[in-house]
């Protein structure tokens, strides 16, 4: 029994609506329904959005037992497709779809690309796809998927020239550590006989071996392009700050997350109990990310490519979380993704409809125009203090959460990088809202403007969010911890 | 001596090893794409390989059908790749992917 919602219909409901896109994007070139695509790129993850919430809550509130995570295949275990649902997952599938639902709300108020309701949909299904997927194949298809969907959406950016360099640059690197994520699975499948990962985490518990290693090596080589572990990271800066805003919310929000999600899925599983070593390799990267995204932000003068390399620091923080690998630390874990979703989106946006307005990225030219969009201000202003950590906001929860995972596990080491990186980047986003709230010299007379209606509406929905984490955490932290649980068990099912 | 599916497997590493070399060599947009597609042929390969090794006698049918998937997705790969190319050749009129330097830093 799994209640009255079966979590693989949002699939559906995302694969239909992209099958249809292409017919929509015809109908909406006509004059009658030029706004249909825009609709569309709306209605679908804001009807999936509703349906993953109640098929998380309704057991949870209700209190009914399900027996997560939830197994899902079509033919004989082994020998089929299978779908994977943990709590975690469906956590990650709601944040995502929320995002997703948020940025394309916040496009209705910009001019639309032909192509775009397509891609956008395409990545909402890989990004689901990707979090669902329960053996190595039906990962493979909707890892390209969600991909190839985020190349296209980089592609459609404002200057083009700069946009097209930028998903090129993403697209040789994100397809070819997909291609090699592929070969490691394919060692994988040499020593197991099987892509399914739960049987996978069965036939490999205990193997060692240098093929192992070889594999474990090359898998997070793959994984790590995606989820931009350094020094794979390059993409990153160009298709955050070159795609256009609402795409580069979603993808520095939760995209990459997702691939960050996916490779702790596959550690916690496949290598959880057999190849060792991961968590150092993964603890030194983390503090890599972390020093080099924190000191790179620290220089830039581009808003975008601030908030891309402050990304970047983040993902070292998630890093370092899985390396500890305790119950505690995964749930930080979880719930930094969802407070860093939430914060670093709104951020994007904030920070794309200033930049509209002034024409340009540059802080200095930002805070001259302040007066013609006050309200993305205010919300920008927000979102960098939450990233700074500050009390009342989720970025505070989420500090306090790694501060004391870290200090409770044997890596004081971690904990004090973290704790330089902490402040550093504390530092960092405090300067970014003095650049930004900074007075003009001369008392030239400022222009007013309005925040147009669906910019202001995404900008509450996703900072609504950002301050209901940071004052009644509870719900979140639960779920997070949930889905921590779920996670663990998963290295130790019987296949 | 090597037997069918070891000597396969070797060259199926070769593969990658061109795949990645052809990647971090060339300038050209078009032969970076072909570098891609030599990486999914590699893969292809490795997994015919394995299988042989691990069922020797019977075909898995689980390999089957991945080839098959790997070859389709390869596909949206190269034309994607294609299509990029030809957008940036109309924006830039170059191919070579030294020529891309706006974006530095």
Redesign the interface.
Known sequence: MRGLLDPILVLYVLLASLLISPVVECLGRSKALPSLPRALSLASPLTTLLMASYCLLMPYLSGQALGWPIVIAFGPL??STTFLVDRASLLLAVVALLVASAASLYALSQPYEPGFSTAFLGLCLGMVGVLFSGDL?VL??FW?VMC?SA??LV?LGGD???A??????Y??MG??GA??M??GA??L??MA???NLLQLAERLSGASGPWLQIALLIFVAGAGVEAALVPLHTWL??AY??APTPVSATLAGITTEIGFFWLLKALLTIFHQSASGWHVLLALVGVANMFLGNFCALVQSDVKRFLAYSSLAVIGYMAAALAVGTAGSISALIFLIISHAFSKSLAFLGAGSLASVARSRLFSHLSRSRALRKAATTFLTLALTCRAGLPGTSGFVEKILLFSAFFSSAWWWLALAFLVNVVVAAAVYFRAVKELLRQEAEGQPARRGRTPLPELASFFTLSSFIIALGIWPWLALDLASLGAQDLLSLGHQEG | MLSGPEAVLICSLGLLVLGLYGLASKRNLIRLVISLEVLVNATCLAFAALSAMSNPGHSDPVVGVLIIIVLAVGGCIAAFGLALALAIYKRTGTVDAWALRKLRG
């Open positions: 082994g020998l194949l493979y298809v390209e190839l190349y296209a592609a083009r020239k700069a097209l360099e930028a998903a090129w640059k697209f040789i397809s070819s291609l090699v592929l070969f394919s060692l499948y040499g006989g099987t892509l800066p160009d700050s070159e």
